[in-house]
């Protein structure tokens, strides 16, 4: 009998992959088995999809969302707005309106080439990591500190089938979740089209994993009343601030790895009224971004499925239960 992690997870949430053109292709019968929600993982964002203003990319972007709709998945879109990969024409002889023209018909053109993508990261990394509040991006130096109320009213125009999402890490970090919930709330009240909070979950074995403070935090999210998406789920096998290139984990790293998912998925199941999607930032540890973050070319192994696409110890402890 072949387990599969959707059919698992049926009575709790959707579980999704982070995938790309070769991935669907090279990882094909694996994404079948387990997933049932894709995400771009680069090719939907501002500067891959539309690198000149009278150009656009369609191609690797159609490829998964084609094989999405082949294959009976759900896929979210990601991410209309980040502070990153922003091409060079969207903010040159640039202002608040000609910078908010632009990125309404940027969305107009996706939500017309993409209507069944269910939801959509709208605002990405918009928040300060440090004593500030606002990240400080391009957006927020020409459209202003609306810039968040101002995006999503662009993207409830348009991505009328969506559900819209603001983004962001270290979402369980107390001084990160307090700007996180203050700054839904401040949309709430403006009236903003905000239906839902992405949680991305690049847990690691960085830290000691604090499991209260990751139940309040939840606790926290889910007074807003709004959807919760886990959006960008991987344990690595590494500390962050490791820049060593080890060759391989301690056995000590490995289990590790296996007791934070399977106390994290015991954590998520109980919010399942909540959560609609979990989606993993990759589907097995051969592709994936950790490979080259912190450390180029070491492996990190953050996922539940090996290079072999095989799953591990950590993939049997999230079905245990």
């Not at 959707?6 to 999704?16: A, L, Q, S, V």
């Not at 344990?235 to 296996?258: C, G, I, N, R, W």
């Amino acid at each position: 009998m072949k387990f599969s992690l959707k059919e698992i997870y049926k009575d709790y949430f959707n579980i999704g992959a982070a995938v790309n053109p070769p991935v669907i292709e090279t990882h094909k019968d694996l994404i079948l088995q387990h997933f049932n929600s894709l995400t771009c993982e680069n090719e939907m964002k501002f500067g891959n999809i539309h690198p000149e203003e009278n150009r656009y990319n369609f191609e690797s972007a159609d490829k998964v969302y084609s094989f999405a709709r082949e294959n009976g998945l759900m896929i979210r879109g990601h991410a209309l707005v980040w502070h990153q990969e922003i091409p060079q024409w969207l903010f040159q002889n640039s202002s608040r309106e000609i910078a908010l023209a632009r990125l309404e018909e940027h969305t107009k053109i996706l939500a017309e080439r993409y209507p069944d993508i269910y939801a959509w990261d709208v605002l990405n990394e918009g928040l300060d990591d440090g004593d500030g509040f606002y990240r400080n991006t391009p957006w927020i130096e020409t459209v202003g500190e609306d810039y968040f109320e101002k995006v999503f009213e662009t993207a409830g125009k348009h991505l009328k089938n969506a559900a819209l999402f603001y983004n962001d890490y270290n979402e369980f970090d107390p001084k990160k979740q307090e700007k996180y919930i203050r700054k839904i709330k401040e949309m709430q009240k403006a009236g903003a089209p905000v239906s839902g909070v992405g949680l991305q979950c690049h847990l690691g074995l960085n830290h000691a994993v604090d499991f209260g403070e990751i139940r309040r935090g939840m606790e926290e999210y889910a007074k807003l009343g709004l959807k919760i998406h886990i959006t960008e789920l991987d344990v690595s096998l590494y500390p962050f601030e490791d820049k060593e290139m080890h060759t391989a984990p301690t056995f000590e790293q490995y289990k590790q790895q296996v007791r934070v998912y399977k106390e994290l998925f015991k954590v998520l199941r109980e919010y399942k009224n909540e959560i609609e999607t979990v989606t993993f930032w990759g589907a097995a540890d051969d592709v994936t971004w950790l490979n080259y973050f912190p450390v180029k070319g070491r492996k990190n192994g953050g996922l539940l499925f090996d290079e072999e696409h095989e799953p591990k110890e950590a993939f049997y402890a999230v079905c245990d239960f």
